[in-house]
């Protein structure tokens, strides 16, 4: 790194941290000289509406997010129903220095700068997403569970000590409805532009005072966004479309108040075109010219997947003992095409996982709460891909076509781990925590890669060739937490804490010899924070602030690329490590409950860079040191208004979201081919809730400007895009009882 570039980020840092710390005292003044009440009190006359108190589960045990020492934000049912959440990539601008988009029928997440774009069967998410506490291994088991949903939870910063596995980045947990005593039902539909239909329905019944149901559906089915209609081969359908039926029953058994047992059963379906992608650089930033592409077939999904989970809590005395088991199956059946080439893609795979975890928490405790664990996992998966009528691959004459087969009929994956952790309350306001977990994971995989050079015709110019693509690889690591808090008063929060994180390392294409290595090592962090949590105003008023760096060495970075073993033809998500990387960065979060209305706010800000990024296996040879990482942008946020008043004997909510981010790269590369403008994005609702919430009206608007947004970076041969949603509009009615 050169001496101008250390100067300037130390002044970034300098600035940053004088912001901060200019807000943190501007938010500490207000709570010292503002009166305050218990948060979630009910209000006299004569007081304000307060903000509700949010219970979170971030440290394995209900607690005010507020009183919790680390980043979490929790978004409540009540928000993701106001806002239109209905899948993951929803929560962009929710959640500060948080990103999350699709890359083909992946959901990749990214905190704090850090993600993983492996979507492979041997790839593994830098941010761990759990359903009712269920670690799901394949990100694209994440885009359909936001449906009867209670809250959702985000940690940032690494989570190795409770959330476990490869978490380097934050975790995700989404929490859906229970069962409850009493017999309540919901129903709602939606219409909107490009002939969307979305419906959702809920039903829960007490079957007597021990066993209660709850069972919810949700379907989805829209045209795609994507202009890609080629009746030349036969495409008449547009591609990124929507055609999906998911639904979960719970079941629970609770024969008394220490005991209880709950059943769980979910299952998805995805039909339709799929997914597709555009050629880079886009037509246009803005508008269908930038979503228009020509496919070279008629893309079609046919994707499953089923679950199946048991929790069984026993409280007894001074403990708490806890089981979560759960299998999930699927079968995935893709086809599609890659932008702008000739090539056809089938992709078929059959991903099933089961998990055990077992932890003994104590009661909660005024001096001593503590948590220890044991946690298993095993993965299997049977795949094949095919790229077929490639015409642009290195070492290969234009003249020619290549076809690739990924044939991996044995991948496995498993992981054991043990961990503790114990907060002890030195007085009534300070606190002291600290973890440590013990993590091992195997990953093997035997299979074959065929390659077959053609004319463009079909006829074989040379005999197929078969390489072994045998791989396996162990590793292990114990990680640690430590972190104090301090409570000034009863609404201001300061705490202080050093954690690790950890990443399993891995393999991609190819068999490891003396002149070629296909193994990557295991990625690990260290990150620092100091945060503070304080309400204001009469409990109006709340305001969160996080600063951390984060120290990474081997950080994984993967992406697509001719094989390093130089073998013709063969294009291979790649995975290498960067030596060295360090991210400074700070969050704002705050809601007000003012007289004209609530503001909402959070802000990000990044300084992302790989310190030492030059693998030398590389091809062709990239010195990717001192390079932006990728979706880091150096500032991004989103300020919300809405504002409610009462109207026909209900409620009128009128509510705009401002989305804002600076530029951001998709390669470690960082060329302007894969960098993603910065942009602003507006979303606008307002809705009707009659009398005693027993029906609303909604009519909504998402994405007004019609901003074309690089979701993810495809491609077999040159970088194609995948984008986000364009502008949607609709209206949604809903009632319970």
């Not at 007081?47 to 997010?65: G, L, S």
């Not at 890359?103 to 593994?124: D, K, L, Q």
């Not at 693998?615 to 990728?630: D, Q, S």
């Amino acid at each position: 790194m050169n001496t101008n570039t250390s100067v300037s980020r130390t002044c970034q840092t300098k600035t940053l941290t004088l912001a901060v710390l200019a807000a943190i005292a501007g938010s500490t003044a207000l709570s010292v000289s503002a009166q305050t009440t218990p948060t979630g009190a009910a209000p006299s006359a004569d007081k304000k509406p307060q903000i509700e108190t949010i219970t979170v589960t971030a440290q394995k045990r209900k607690e005010d997010a507020q009183k919790t020492p680390l980043a979490v934000t929790s978004v409540s049912g009540e928000e993701i129903a106001e806002q239109g959440v209905r899948n993951a990539r929803d929560l962009n601008g929710l959640v500060p220095n948080v990103v999350i988009n699709t890359n083909a029928t992946a959901t990749e997440f990214t905190i704090r700068g850090i993600t993983s774009t492996n979507n492979t069967e041997i790839g593994n998410p830098a941010v761990g997403f759990h359903l009712d506490g269920v670690y799901l291994a394949r990100p694209q088991s994440a885009g359909l569970a936001f449906f009867d949903v209670e809250r959702v939870e985000v940690l940032r910063g690494p989570q190795g000590t409770l959330w476990g596995r490869n978490v380097t980045a934050g975790a995700i947990n989404v929490i859906t409805n229970k069962p409850k005593d009493k017999l309540e039902g919901s129903a709602m539909l939606e219409v909107g532009n490009y002939d969307s239909r979305r419906s959702e329905f809920m039903i829960n019944a007490p079957v007597n005072d021990v066993f209660a149901i709850r069972a919810a559906l949700a379907t989805e089915k829209r045209d795609g966004y994507l202009i890609s209609q080629n009746p030349a081969v036969g495409a008449t359908k547009n591609a990124d479309d929507a055609d999906t039926t998911a639904a979960r029953l719970h079941a629970l058994i609770e024969p008394n108040k220490n005991f209880s047992i709950l059943l769980t059963a979910d299952t998805m379906r995805a039909r339709g075109v799929g997914y597709g992608t555009v050629a880079l650089p886009l037509a246009s930033t803005s508008g269908n010219a930038g979503r228009t592409t020509t496919p070279s077939l008629q893309p079609r999904l046919a994707n499953n997947e089923d679950g199946y989970s048991a929790e069984v809590n026993w409280s007894f005395g001074p403990a708490v003992l806890t089981y979560l088991g759960s299998k999930r199956t699927g079968s995935r059946d893709e086809v599609n095409f890659s932008a702008p080439n000739t090539a056809r893609t089938a992709y078929r795979g059959s991903p099933e996982q089961t998990s055990h975890e077992l932890r003994l928490a104590s009661a909660n405790n005024k001096t001593l709460n503590w948590v220890v664990g044991a946690y298993t996992i095993k993965e299997s998966d049977d795949i094949s891909l095919t790229a077929e009528n490639i015409n642009a691959l290195a070492g290969v004459p234009a003249t020619l076509r290549v076809s690739l087969s990924f044939l991996q009929p044995q991948v496995s994956q498993k992981a054991n781990a043990v961990f503790g952790q114990a907060t002890f309350a030195a007085t009534d306001s300070l606190k002291f925590t600290a973890g440590l977990r013990s993590t091992r994971d195997e990953l093997s995989r035997v299979g074959r890669n065929l390659t077959t050079i053609t004319l463009p015709n079909g006829t074989p110019v040379a005999p197929t060739t078969t390489a072994p693509n045998n791989a396996s690889v162990s590793s292990s690591k114990v990680n640690w937490r430590v972190a104090a808090d301090y409570s000034m008063d009863k609404d201001t929060l300061l705490y202080g804490s050093v954690a690790t994180g950890y990443k399993a390392g891995g393999f991609f294409d190819g068999v490891r010899s003396a002149n070629f290595d296909n193994t990557f090592k295991p990625e690990n962090v260290t990150t620092y924070e100091a945060g503070l949590k304080m309400r204001a105003l009469d409990g109006t008023l709340r305001t969160n602030i996080a600063v951390f760096r984060s120290d990474f060495k081997d950080l994984q970075v993967s992406y697509r690329g001719p094989s390093p073993s130089g073998i013709a033809g063969s294009f291979i998500t790649l995975t290498q490590n960067a030596a060295e990387a360090t991210i400074n960065g700070a969050e704002i979060e705050s809601r007000w409950l003012s007289a004209i209305g609530r503001f909402d706010l959070s802000l990000a800000f990044l300084d992302a860079k790989y310190d030492s990024f030059d693998p030398p296996n590389a091809n062709p040879r990239v010195n990717n040191t001192g390079n932006t990482l990728i979706k880091s942008p150096k500032t991004s946020g989103n300020l919300a208004y809405q504002y409610n008043w009462p109207f026909a004997g209900g409620d009128l909510n009128a509510r705009i979201s401002m989305f804002f981010t600076e530029k951001y790269y998709l390669q470690p590369t960082n060329i302007a081919l894969t960098t993603q403008p910065a942009y602003q994005r507006t979303d606008v609702s307002l809705t009707y809730i009659a009398n005693k919430e027993a029906w609303y009206v909604q009519a909504y608007g998402k994405n007004l400007e019609n901003k074309n947004v690089i979701a993810g970076i495809g491609g077999l041969a040159a970088p194609n895009a995948f984008l986000a949603p364009p502008r949607t509009y609709g209206v949604r009615v809903g009632f319970k009882f």
